[in-house]
């Protein structure tokens, strides 16, 4: 059983940056890919970026690309998301999941993930 808790959210101007946390507990932590999601009102929860298992590739969806950096620290059971240029439209609750064997073609798929954290409050305004 793994458990996610993340920290960092908050509230912040319009090309400002945040730094996202996630810790988790549980064994075998580099096994897992970790994802971060986000969800707005009234909107489903959609695939920002993600981490494969034991340092492996990372993956963003394009509204972020050049804006957001995902890493991990598997000494420290750890992911992190630097989230620079920030926009009005970021703004969400930011979820870190944690799954086991998922392959590259499921990688930007919740259901690929088991363990999901509480969520974390980003607000992007002026």
């Known amino acids: 059983q793994m458990q996610l808790v993340e920290s960092g959210g908050g509230l912040v101007q319009p090309g400002g940056s945040l730094r996202l946390s996630c810790a988790a507990s549980?064994?075998?932590?580099?096994?897992?890919?970790i994802g971060w999601f986000r969800q707005s009102p009234g909107k489903e929860r959609e695939f920002v970026t993600a981490v494969r298992a034991n340092g492996g590739s990372t993956h963003y969806t394009d509204s972020v690309k050049g804006r957001f950096t995902i890493s991990r620290d598997n000494a420290k059971n750890m992911v992190y998301l630097q989230m620079n240029s920030l926009k009005p439209e970021d703004t969400a609750v930011y979820y870190c999941?944690?799954?086991?064997?998922?392959?590259?073609?499921?990688?930007?798929?919740?259901?690929?993930?088991?363990?999901w954290g509480q969520g974390t409050q980003v607000t992007v305004s002026s």
């Open positions: 549980g064994p075998t932590f580099s096994r897992y890919s």
């Open positions: 999941a944690a799954g086991a064997s998922i392959i590259l073609s499921a990688i930007r798929q919740r259901t690929a993930y088991s363990y």
